[in-house]
């Protein structure tokens, strides 16, 4: 009858001094996290707590709805979907700087300072490198003060498993868990040797270079792509106002007035002034949006839109599970995936470079291209550079927030179909930031690795594991 299940007895004397906020839910006494408690008691001269270290918890306050602000200024305004083990300062939106004077509630981190994820995805971490306004959502330490041996340790070890854990226990257990401050400034922090620290920053440092090639990569087969098109410094027309035939409205079945602004028209004709201009449709044999999937505990992980983004597809623990029928449309190697939904991730696109089969969600349309007509690759870049941008722009429908970017819709694209040289050109740049990127990320996870090491063993043995790895 109790098979599956878990008994916990807890004295009431423990549940009464647990937590300053009075936390009786059974979930808060799960036996990992009593067995946590015992690693700690068991160690306590290797476990401080933030305050013996001088490191403030907080978190921006309520602040006067800044919307509309978003995407003037230069200062980067970091929300929960940018923070996810290295800060996406890419395409996170910018703010005027002056709000965090009209705004004191709006708090700014610095370079070296930890965020956590407080709401929305919880206990995600990220290193901050560059000044930033972070929304409520956010809890931020001023670990901007320590040296770049700490942060580095500290940004490590907030990834384990076992702070993790403590994180995710810290939070409310409700239908939208969030992580509550008073708890958190309550958790055990590891205390690392020097060498250890010295040897976690290397490997922190190679990370953080290799994921800046990547990125760099990336924006040189964009700029190869552009400045081939020659529209690398275009500047779009913007007419105060135009005039269109209403025979043109009802052809394209479009009424709206933003549809048929010039500088649409504008990008096509110099697009087919190449003599290379081609309907997306004739160059795929596959054109076609994911199913809501469904999840399981095993299975091929689930692609949806949050993980196509910056021109990669991102496959890993995020990632949730689902098992798949005959019928099922998989997301292959060497396909490309175009978000067809949402605010700020509708029409970004990436070519998918891992060598297994993954499943598609209801948000994202896979686009399998002829053999031969074109490179996938190329084409993601394409599709994500200001040449399709546009497209999507233009294309998409709804309002909002309520937007949609349908398959048939993004058959009508007109693309450029490049030179060979040109495209391999592309490739080769997209695949060497792929291959940092997955670099990065290997880094990472043997200097996460070694912190695991380090609580469940020895700082010597997570030494030794360290010697074995080739930063």
Request: charged share 20%; net charge negative.
């Amino acid at each position: 009858m109790l098979e599956g299940l878990e008994i916990v007895e807890v004295l009431a004397s423990k549940v009464r001094s647990g937590t300053e906020t009075w936390r009786f839910d059974p979930e808060y006494f799960q036996k990992q996290y009593l067995e946590d408690e015992r690693v700690v008691a068991a160690r306590s001269d290797a476990f401080c707590s933030f305050a013996n270290i001088g490191i403030s918890v907080d978190a921006s306050a309520f602040y006067p709805s800044i919307e509309s602000y978003y995407g003037e200024g230069s200062l980067p305004f970091l929300r929960v979907a940018d923070v996810d083990s290295i800060i996406d300062f890419e395409t996170c939106t910018c703010i005027p700087e002056k709000l965090c004077g009209l705004f004191p509630t709006l708090a700014k981190v610095w370079p070296g300072d930890i965020l956590f994820t407080k709401g929305g995805s919880v206990a995600r971490i990220g290193l901050v490198t560059k000044p930033a306004a972070v929304s409520r959502d956010l809890i931020f330490l001023n670990t901007s003060k320590l040296s770049r041996e700490d942060q580095s340790f500290l940004y490590l070890y907030f990834q384990s498993n076992f702070f993790n854990r403590a994180l995710l226990r810290s939070s409310s257990q409700t239908a939208q868990p969030h992580l509550t401050i008073t708890l958190v400034r309550n958790l055990s922090i590891l205390v690392a040797c020097d060498a250890l620290k010295v040897r976690l920053l290397n490997f922190v440092e190679s990370a953080f270079d290799a994921h800046a090639s990547s990125i760099g990569f990336r924006t040189k087969a964009e700029t190869a792509l552009l400045r081939s098109l020659a529209i690398e410094s275009w500047q779009t027309p913007e007419p105060l106002s135009y005039i269109r035939n209403s025979l043109d409205a009802f052809a394209t079945g479009r009424l709206d007035a933003e549809y048929f602004q010039p500088k649409y028209a504008k990008l096509i004709e110099l697009i087919e002034a190449t003599g290379q201009a081609s309907p997306l449709a004739d160059l795929l044999q596959t054109n076609q949006r994911g199913k809501q999937p469904e999840y399981a505990e095993s299975g091929l992980s689930v692609v949806n839109s949050k993980h196509v983004a910056n021109g990669e597809v991102r496959v890993d623990a995020d990632n949730r599970y689902a098992t798949s029928s005959d019928s099922s449309l998989l997301i292959e190697p060497g396909d490309v995936l175009i978000n067809g939904t949402g605010v700020g991730t509708i029409g970004r696109a990436a070519p998918y470079l891992h060598s297994f089969k993954a499943i598609p969600d209801n948000h994202v349309t896979i686009l399998r291209p002829h053999k031969g007509n074109i490179d996938p690759v190329y084409l993601a870049v394409f599709l994500n550079s200001l040449a399709g941008q546009l497209q999507v722009e233009q294309r998409f429908r709804g309002s909002s927030g309520q937007i949609e970017l349908y398959p048939n819709d993004i058959a009508q694209f007109t693309i450029w179909v490049a030179p060979e040289n040109i495209q391999a050109q592309v490739r080769q740049s997209v695949e060497a930031s792929f291959q940092a990127k997955q670099r990065a990320t290997q880094l990472l996870d043997a200097a996460k690795r070694a912190v695991e090491i380090a609580i469940e063993d020895s700082e010597a043995a997570a030494l030794v594991y360290l010697a074995g790895v080739n930063p």
